[in-house]
């Protein structure tokens, strides 16, 4: 059993930047594919980032080359380092895991998820 927990969100102006970590303990943290969700008010949750034990990475085009995910597998931590934060931005943020290793973009892909953490960027 693998438990997730985030931390890092808050309020920030357009434009700024904020970082999200994800603790993950339980289970063995290398076998797993470790992603990023969120999800708007009445929208569906949705794919941002995902990154594999050894390092690739995937982005959802409205993210790509702002937000940069990472993970350091020592301490078993996934982080979503945001930058250019836009209104459409503003979301609660959700960590994830896999099982197999590789990339997968769909919710129903992951087993594990963290509580969220709020993310909200004024315009």
């Known amino acids: 059993q693998v438990q997730l927990v985030e931390s890092g969100g808050g309020l920030v102006q357009a434009g700024g930047s904020l970082r999200l970590s994800c603790a993950a303990s339980?289970?063995?943290?290398?076998?797993?594919?470790m992603g990023w969700f969120r999800q708007a008010p009445g929208k569906d949750r949705e794919f941002v980032a995902a990154?594999?034990?050894?390092?690739?990475?995937n982005y959802a085009d409205s993210v790509r080359g702002r937000f940069k995910i990472s993970r350091n597998n020592a301490l078993n931590t996934v982080y979503l380092q945001m930058n250019s934060l836009k209104s459409e931005d503003t979301a609660v943020y959700y960590c994830a895991a896999k099982s197999p290793d590789y990339v997968a973009l769909r919710p129903d892909d992951y087993k594990y998820w963290g509580q969220g953490t709020q993310v909200t960027v004024s315009s």
């Open positions: 990154v594999t034990w050894s390092k690739s990475t």
């Open positions: 339980g289970g063995i943290y290398s076998e797993y594919t």
